[in-house]
């Protein structure tokens, strides 16, 4: 085989191929039965999953601050949903003093730049 | 070494430097201490803070952090029963029964001086190994180092619990990330799917953060994200006498040496880490035992033997990732990326060519367990009372971070979509059964090992070199004895299984 770009990627790539193959022969041969699965709460891990894909596509857009804080209020508010006037509060003061927090130490004491919203300008 | 060692504790008892690490510390003891998030996960919430600092003040941090989250995780697994991290189990065992058998206080504070000593017994090996073990890898070529990588690699496959097959295809799959974009030898670009931007590689931190935070923190929210660990509502009463746990622990020199000296084997070996290295630990306590029938129900040795071995532990990892460049578990491996930021090659050469760092992180890892020391010593009641922050409040700040930290990278929102994606790959790997360790060291290594394994045969054609090169040689020996132990570990382990289950039908 010729020593080239193409040299590592082949052998780690077959490797691989066999590795997969062993585990789909041993899938097929072990004799045991799959435990009963626990009642877990996948739709949460879905929506979780969801509401971050939004906030690192809306990122560029709306800028670092609005997308940050209202990923912050939406995932608060999806994992504890707050009761009456007292629960929104909560959701508001966290994702307010987070955002301020996080973007003040960024990008006044790191210098961090972090991004501003094409949309927003902001 | 000592007077570097001496200049490097003097160095770092400057403010400048005295700050991150106190900061990373108290950090540290609080993440720690928090169930449900882990040591790697705190270190990675830290991260972004650092890239605006002094490589040394970062390393100092994350320093901090490692020492301040061994010890942080004690005090949830003596006073609320529930390990604050993975490494933090075994001293469930006995710390939670003897806190409440109404000796909280003396449960507590064994834990924290064994922590402290097992962590200084640790620094004594740190000091004195890395320097000669560096100087050992120097004298690798090409043949030596791709099979160092590749029994790093096999060992991690071969430990972890689920089957490892699984294992060995994780580090696979870790080491296909790395072929993606970049040809590190030829530079050439390859696989690039078009995407300009991949021409450079998949950066390994944004894998490595997406991949470890998502999959702790979504399996956590699919547990059901909402209850925070049960509060003791009455104020426990924390006083004892130190000159007398002290003394407990003392008292018993054997165990205090033995459990730190697991610890260390465990951190020099890569990417295990502490969670194996505690539970270790204290089945060796066990078994040294006289009366190995009172473990679990509050005696000392059980919390000596966790404790002392999981901050051992942290020191054996720094001497791996600090003599060989290969890191002995994830908060190493986010510290190699520090480094890599900071435009600083790790590896044997790492030593002679930084010795004023390489010395600061010794003097950083010495002088982090008195400050951890005096931090619980003011302030243990309020780690309890941090303890209690809702995780729904947690959670969406730790990801905020992620997002901060892969995006401060590469200035770009190309190495936070890699965390996004890597997040999901995280999480499904865990549901599938496919250790993150592994993938996690095959990203890192993979293009160490191309490069080695390219070099070596450019040099010289003949492919036995790998076996005939008597260092060479003894490493991939040792590669395939511990893939031939993990499988007899794994049929030893099915077969306990299987009787176990047919004495108990229920199960």
């Known amino acids: 085989m010729p020593i080239g770009p193409g040299y590592y990627p082949r052998i780690v790539l077959a490797i691989t191929a066999l590795l997969a193959a062993g585990v789909v022969a041993a899938d097929f041969f072990s004799r045991k039965e799959q435990p009963k699965p626990r009642q877990l ?27 940050t804080l209202l990923y ?35 990008e006044r004491y790191l210098t961090v730049l972090l991004p501003r919203g094409r949309w927003t300008d902001f | 070494m000592f007077e570097l060692l001496g200049a490097g504790i003097v160095g770092m008892l400057h403010v400048k430097y005295m700050v991150p690490l106190f900061i990373g510390s108290l950090i540290g003891v609080v993440g720690g201490a928090l169930p449900g998030i882990t040591i790697t996960m705190t270190v990675i919430v830290v991260l972004p803070f650092t890239f605006g600092l002094e490589p040394l003040q970062g390393l100092a941090c994350m320093i901090g952090v490692y020492v301040g989250g061994e010890t942080g995780g004690l005090i949830t697994s003596c006073l609320l029963g529930i390990p604050g991290k993975p490494s933090a189990v075994a001293t469930t065992f006995d710390g939670y029964p003897m806190a409440s058998k109404g000796e909280p206080g003396r449960a507590l504070w064994l834990g924290i001086w064994a922590s402290i000593l097992g962590g200084l017994l640790g620094a004594v090996v740190l000091v004195a190994a890395t320097g000669p073990l560096a100087q050992l890898a120097l004298e690798f070529g090409p043949w030596e180092y791709f099979s160092l990588f590749i029994l790093a690699l096999s060992m991690v496959a071969g430990l972890v619990e689920s089957s490892l097959v699984k294992g060995l295809l994780s580090g696979a799959l870790g080491c296909v990330v790395t072929i993606l974009g970049n040809d590190p030898v030829m530079g050439q670009p390859r696989l690039t799917l078009g995407i300009e931007w991949l021409e450079g590689g998949v950066p390994f931190l944004p894998v490595l953060i997406g991949v470890f935070a998502f999959a702790q923190i979504m399996g956590e929210i699919e547990k059901s994200a909402k209850d925070s660990p049960e509060v003791l509502t009455q104020a426990v009463n924390l006083r004892v006498s130190h000159v007398k746990v002290l003394w407990e622990i003392l008292s018993r020199p054997f165990l205090l040496l033995w459990a730190s000296f697991i610890g260390l084997v465990i951190g020099v070996l890569p990417a295990i880490g502490g969670s194996a290295a505690n539970m270790l630990a204290y089945d060796q306590a066990k078994k040294f035992s006289k009366h190995p029938e009172k473990f679990g129900t509050g005696v000392p040795e059980g919390i000596i033997a966790s404790e002392s071995s999981n901050n051992a532990n942290v020191a054996g990892s720094l001497v791996t990732i600090m003599a060989f460049g290969i890191p002995g578990d994830a908060v190493t491996a986010v510290m190699l990326g520090a480094l890599t930021i900071h435009g600083i090659q790790s590896g044997p050469l790492f030593i002679s060519q930084n010795p004023v760092l390489a010395y600061g992180m010794f003097a950083a890892y010495i002088l982090a367990h008195p400050l951890v020391l005096i931090m619980l010593f003011v302030g243990v009641r309020w ?6 922050v809702p995780k729904s409040i947690l959670y969406p700040v730790v990801l905020v971070l992620c997002v901060v930290g892969a995006y401060a990278l590469g200035n770009s929102m190309a190495t936070v979509y890699v965390l996004l994606i890597s997040g999901v790959l995280g999480y499904l790997m865990v549901k599938f059964g496919y250790p993150l360790a592994p993938f996690i060291l095959g990203v890192i290594l993979g293009d160490q090992i191309e490069i080695n394994l390219v070099r070596s045969i450019m040099t010289d054609a003949n492919p036995w070199l790998f076996l005939t090169r008597p260092i060479s040689g003894v490493l991939l ?23 176990d289950a047919d004495g108990d039908a229920d199960f």
């Open chain 1, 41 to 67: 709460n996948y739709g949460m891990v879905a929506a979780m999953f969801g509401v971050f894909g939004v906030y690192c596509g809306a990122l560029p857009f709306l800028g670092f601050r609005i997308a």
């Open chain 1, 72 to 106: 912050i209020a939406a995932t608060n508010t999806m994992l504890d949903m707050p009761k009456g006037a007292k629960g929104w509060a909560r959701v508001a003061a966290v994702s307010i003093i987070t955002t301020v927090v996080v973007y003040y130490v960024f």
């Open chain 2, 383 to 388: 780690v309890m009372k941090i303890v209690i």
């Open chain 2, 477 to 499: 020996a040792a590669s395939v004895a511990s893939i031939a132990a993990a499988l007899w570990q794994h049929r030893r382990m099915q077969r306990k299984l299987a009787a």
